[in-house]
Protein backbone atom coordinates (compact mmCIF):
# COMPACT_ATOMS: atom_id res chain seq x y z
CA UNK A 1 0.00 0.00 0.00
CA UNK A 2 1.59 3.37 -1.09
CA UNK A 3 2.02 5.89 1.18
CA UNK A 4 0.23 9.05 1.40
CA UNK A 5 1.42 12.59 2.73
CA UNK A 6 0.41 16.06 3.23
CA UNK A 7 0.02 17.51 -0.45
CA UNK A 8 -0.58 14.63 -2.11
CA UNK A 9 -3.64 14.64 -4.53
CA UNK A 10 -5.65 11.45 -4.56
CA UNK A 11 -8.32 9.86 -6.21
CA UNK A 12 -10.97 8.25 -4.35
CA UNK A 13 -14.56 6.65 -4.77
CA UNK A 14 -17.16 9.42 -3.54
CA UNK A 15 -20.39 8.36 -2.67
CA UNK A 16 -23.34 9.78 -4.23
CA UNK A 17 -26.27 10.55 -1.18
CA UNK A 18 -28.20 7.27 -1.80
CA UNK A 19 -25.23 5.10 -1.17
CA UNK A 20 -25.92 2.69 -4.01
CA UNK A 21 -22.71 3.96 -6.35
CA UNK A 22 -19.53 6.19 -6.17
CA UNK A 23 -17.82 8.45 -8.63
CA UNK A 24 -14.03 8.91 -9.12
CA UNK A 25 -13.38 12.39 -7.37
CA UNK A 26 -9.99 14.15 -6.60
CA UNK A 27 -9.30 15.39 -3.24
CA UNK A 28 -6.32 16.49 -1.39
CA UNK A 29 -4.75 14.85 1.27
CA UNK A 30 -4.35 17.29 4.46
CA UNK A 31 -3.25 14.94 7.34
CA UNK A 32 -2.62 11.62 7.77
CA UNK A 33 -3.73 10.34 11.15
CA UNK A 34 -2.77 7.39 13.06
CA UNK A 35 -3.58 4.35 11.97
CA UNK A 36 -5.07 3.97 8.09
CA UNK A 37 -7.09 7.28 8.42
CA UNK A 38 -6.31 10.50 5.72
CA UNK A 39 -7.97 13.69 6.87
CA UNK A 40 -9.17 15.11 3.28
CA UNK A 41 -10.13 18.26 1.46
CA UNK A 42 -12.88 17.87 -1.60
CA UNK A 43 -11.24 19.01 -5.13
CA UNK A 44 -14.09 20.14 -7.70
CA UNK A 45 -13.80 21.54 -11.61
CA UNK A 46 -17.38 23.53 -10.73
CA UNK A 47 -16.80 26.86 -10.08
CA UNK A 48 -17.62 27.89 -6.36
CA UNK A 49 -18.49 31.45 -5.27
CA UNK A 50 -17.62 31.31 -1.68
CA UNK A 51 -15.47 32.96 0.93
CA UNK A 52 -13.69 29.26 1.24
CA UNK A 53 -12.75 28.03 -2.01
CA UNK A 54 -8.89 27.81 -3.32
CA UNK A 55 -8.54 28.40 -6.68
CA UNK A 56 -6.34 25.45 -8.04
CA UNK A 57 -3.99 25.04 -11.90
CA UNK A 58 -1.44 23.33 -13.13
CA UNK A 59 1.00 25.81 -11.76
CA UNK A 60 -0.04 24.73 -8.24
CA UNK A 61 1.90 21.30 -8.84
CA UNK A 62 5.17 20.14 -7.94
CA UNK A 63 4.18 16.47 -10.05
CA UNK A 64 1.02 15.26 -11.11
CA UNK A 65 -1.54 17.96 -12.37
CA UNK A 66 -5.68 18.11 -12.75
CA UNK A 67 -7.54 18.07 -16.20
CA UNK A 68 -9.15 21.15 -15.92
CA UNK A 69 -8.36 24.35 -12.94
CA UNK A 70 -9.85 23.37 -10.54
CA UNK A 71 -11.32 24.33 -6.37
CA UNK A 72 -10.28 23.20 -3.31
CA UNK A 73 -13.20 23.44 -0.84
CA UNK A 74 -11.88 23.24 2.69
CA UNK A 75 -15.43 24.10 4.14
CA UNK A 76 -15.45 20.06 3.22
CA UNK A 77 -13.25 18.02 4.85
CA UNK A 78 -13.52 14.19 5.24
CA UNK A 79 -11.60 11.40 7.13
CA UNK A 80 -11.01 7.95 4.76
CA UNK A 81 -9.35 4.80 5.57
CA UNK A 82 -6.24 5.16 2.86
CA UNK A 83 -7.16 1.86 1.36
CA UNK A 84 -10.01 3.39 -0.18
CA UNK A 85 -7.62 5.69 -2.38
CA UNK A 86 -7.72 4.46 -5.65
CA UNK A 87 -4.57 6.06 -7.17
CA UNK A 88 -2.38 9.42 -6.26
CA UNK A 89 -2.57 12.22 -9.00
CA UNK A 90 0.66 14.90 -8.08
CA UNK A 91 1.80 16.53 -5.43
CA UNK A 92 1.39 20.04 -4.11
CA UNK A 93 4.28 22.97 -4.15
CA UNK A 94 4.83 24.01 -1.16
CA UNK A 95 3.33 27.39 -1.69
CA UNK A 96 -0.18 26.01 -2.17
CA UNK A 97 0.00 24.02 0.79
Keep these: ?22 QRR ?3 VIATLEGDDLILCQ ?14 DDRDFETG ?18 HIILYRIGNLNKVKI
Aim: positive net charge; charged residues 20%.
Design 1 to 22: MAKFVKGDVVVVPFPFSNLTQS
Design 26 to 28: PAL
Design 43 to 56: ITSKTIKDNYSISL
Design 65 to 82: SLKQPSNLRPNRLFTADN
